[in-house]
């Protein structure tokens, strides 16, 4: 029976033919319940030696089969067992818990790591979307970066927000707070939908769906649905407004929806999508809005429906777009 088998076991991630060929092979042989109820010991046992362990995981594992494949010939060829000092075989049995530990860590994928410590998601070129041990979900924009946690015995859900704008579906947990923390901002959320945007001048929040809490030094301020906070970090203001588009949502939905969108918003919008660089330049296409959905494909063929459907020229610049 395979290690990683069993470790699905232990996670109650097995579909029921393997959980079902899991529960044949424990019962078996004797052996078989006796290895599985160690490897149950060490999933138990090593969370907290997890954390300060330096041993390296791909040295350790290759020393946890040597140590295995060495016991296994011993018991084979009928060796006498040596008695080892108390202090001997306590110092051996912690080492295999941080070997195992190891072992089973490196197994984890990365939400199930989050129960003992905080795991590193990252968005390059593209979107990324995650999902959580709880089910919550988590849509990377590209180039932004997060750190996760949920400590198994701890209080909180807690988000480090490194960079970039990243959209929340955060199922509800009323002992477990989600807490998104970027500079010196916390948003808290028992359970809702937000957006957080987070650049080196301000950091926007936009609630979907729910109540959110968004906190800065002392000021302290509630955002229910279709609210916005923006707070400009080098004066330390929060400025609370309506939500008036989803444009915020392209990367999660892959298509930019506009109902009766002022153009300049769509405009901005599709700018910090593509890095590119439209400018309107007529008073006429400033004051006009639009109706449409605009698939999160090429920039070229979006361009060409917004000036066929508002009758409008749009004229290339070196890197710069002119709309008029």
Do not use: C
């Not at 590193?120 to 041990?133: C, N, S, T, W």
């Not at 969108?261 to 330049?281: D, F, H, Q």
Request: charged share 25%; proline share 2%; no cysteine.
């Amino acid at each position: 029976m395979e290690d990683q088998l069993l470790i699905k076991y232990l996670l109650g991630e097995t579909d029921s033919s393997e959980a079902e060929e899991v529960e044949k092979w424990i019962s078996a042989d004797d052996r078989n319940s006796h290895y599985f109820e160690q490897l149950r010991w060490i999933w138990e046992h090593s969370a907290r030696l997890l954390e300060k362990s330096e041993i390296d995981e791909n040295e350790a594992w290759k020393q946890f089969k040597d140590r295995r494949v060495s016991r296994e010939g011993k018991n084979r060829h009928g060796r006498h067992r040596v008695n080892l000092p108390v202090w001997l075989r306590v110092a051996a049995a912690i080492f295999m818990v941080l070997i195992g530990g190891w072992v089973l860590l490196s197994n984890l994928p990365g939400p199930v790591r989050a129960l003992y410590t905080g795991v590193v998601f990252e968005a390059l070129e593209e979107p990324v979307k995650e999902v959580l041990m709880d089910g919550s979900v988590l849509t990377l924009n590209k180039n932004s970066r997060l750190t996760y946690s949920q400590k198994l015995f701890g209080k909180q859900r807690l988000v480090s927000l490194s960079g970039g704008e990243v959209y929340f579906e955060v199922v509800k947990n009323k002992a477990k707070p989600f807490v998104v923390v970027t500079g010196d901002i916390s948003v808290t959320v028992l359970g809702t939908s937000f957006h957080v945007h987070q650049s080196p001048e301000s950091i926007e929040v936009i609630v979907d769906a729910g109540l959110v809490r968004v906190e800065f030094g002392d000021q302290l301020i509630l955002l229910k649905k279709d609210e916005k906070a923006v707070i400009d970090v080098s004066s330390g203001s929060i400025e609370k407004d309506i939500n008036g588009s989803q444009l915020f949502r392209y990367y999660v939905d892959g298509k930019f929806v506009a109902e009766s969108t002022a153009l300049p918003l769509l405009v901005e919008a599709l700018n910090k999508a593509y890095g590119s660089k439209i400018r309107i330049a007529s008073e006429r296409a400033q004051n006009m809005f639009i109706t449409t959905t605009l698939e999160y494909g090429s920039l070229e063929k979006n361009l060409e429906v917004l000036r066929e459907t508002l009758d409008l020229s749009v004229i290339r610049q070196g890197d710069n777009i002119i709309v008029e």
